[in-house]
């Protein structure tokens, strides 16, 4: 279970919004990968403090879906994948993280249209996972 000042830390994050939304779609999906990310890192570390780790300060699939076990955080491990898979990705199957990447580093295209295609479903799984805290 998380502390409350855990928890606390958590609902800070959730109330944080970049507010790249007035961009549209992809404003609203970089704003909420961006909030989702800081909230998996802080999970993340919250587990690896608990386990006296000293791992990276990145997401790693496994720890995240680790550090949700040790919390009793429960969230869909597919939609784990689906928000936070690692990697290149084929086009039109890939994460948001992947597709955050290829946009943002490179303004790719092909990852802009998969980002307005996918919007609609990554956006309710990422708004869906900024209040995990809760279903302890």
Do not use: W
């Not at 994050?13 to 999906?29: N, Q, R, S, T």
């Not at 997401?59 to 550090?67: D, G, H, N, R």
């Not at 990697?87 to 290829?102: F, P, T, Y």
């Not at 295609?117 to 996972?129: D, E, L």
């Amino acid at each position: 279970m998380l502390s409350s000042k855990r928890i606390k830390a958590l609902e800070g994050i959730a109330l944080l919004d970049p507010k790249f939304h007035c961009a549209g779609v992809v404003g609203e999906f970089i704003s909420l990968y961006i909030q989702t990310e800081v909230m998996a890192r802080k999970i993340q570390n919250y587990y690896r403090i608990d386990k006296s780790k000293t791992d990276l300060d990145k997401i790693q699939i496994q720890v995240l879906k680790a550090s949700l076990k040790h919390f009793s955080l429960s969230f869909n491990e597919p939609d784990v994948n689906l928000i936070f898979k690692g990697g290149e990705g084929l086009v039109g199957e890939k994460s948001a993280r992947q597709l955050r990447n290829g946009y943002l580093h490179s303004l790719s295209p092909s990852d802009k249209d998969e980002i307005i295609n996918k919007a609609p479903r990554y956006i309710a799984i990422m708004k869906k996972f900024l209040l995990v805290y809760k279903k302890q």
